[in-house]
């Protein structure tokens, strides 16, 4: 278990502890600062990768201790983490309304993919969460198919999170002032601020899965169906024995692969019964 699991969900998975997505929680005053700031300031994000980019060229010494310095923020802040759809599924069964709007991230790099972010509240129609941003970001609920909120019920939510994973995106949960969770990003590599972030500027701001993927070479037929869908870089094939395997230090445990293989040659594991990566977030 990652030490959020720790410190917000009593040893279990943090994502699935309902006090985490409390209105309650949303009241406090400099959580709502953040949360509106975040969707009003979308110039900030764009600058950051900029920054990002230039700290890449910088001494080593300079870069351990920004890197250091935004880790304590994400975790603050807005914390990330990988989730398989299993646990979607379970976060939907007990939240109240799921509401659907365009992707910040894509917003940001003027990706012309229609790509969608999903708000989640204990309250009804997207809660105070869904609120705040309406009334400071006037219009950024629209979604990219239809204008206003787009409020899903779940068996909708879950069937367009399947389609997303079949069109190979990775599914993120993410806190808005720790440990508020205010909704699930479907992201990939090209457009995510914080994939970008995390795996091309080796600053964590999106943890690893609480699993990690485990690959059975007797079904594996080398298709490489998998390696297409992999954000992270994690799969590579054999051309002596001609498979694929896993690398379980770069795999971030989305569960992406398993989706698109056809011989059910992948499967999720505990990543605390794999010891070389049990505890890597
Ligand atoms: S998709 Fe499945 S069968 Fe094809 S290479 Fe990957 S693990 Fe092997
Ligand atoms: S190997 Fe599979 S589970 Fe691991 S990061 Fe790649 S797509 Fe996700």
Known sequence: MCEFCMKHGEGKKWYLEASNYSEDLLSDVRRQKFLVNFFSETDKLEGALNKFEKLDKAPWLVKRFVRWRLDRFFRKNHHGQ?????????????????VRFSCICRTVMKSKEKRYCYGLSMGPQGGKFAALIDEVVPGFLDGPDSKGMELLSKEEALAAFKEHEREGLCH????????????????????????????????????????????????????????????????????????????????????????VCENNAIHLEDRSNVPAVANLW
């Open 82 to 98: 990988v989730l398989p759809i299993e646990d979607v599924e379970k976060i939907f069964g007990f939240t109240n309304s799921i």
């Open 172 to 259: 993120s949960i993410w806190t808005f002032g720790t440990p508020f969770i205010g909704g699930i990003c479907n992201c990939d590599r090209p457009d995510c601020i914080a994939m970008k972030t995390t795996v091309t500027h080796d600053i964590p701001s999106m943890y690893r899965a609480e699993h990690v993927a485990q690959l059975d070479p007797a079904r594996c037929t080398g298709c490489r169906q998998c390696m297409r869908v992999c954000q992270f870089g994690a799969l590579s094939y054999s051309g002596g024995n001609k498979k694929v395997a896993v690398d379980a230090r770069r795999c971030y445990g989305c569960g992406i692969c398993r989706a």
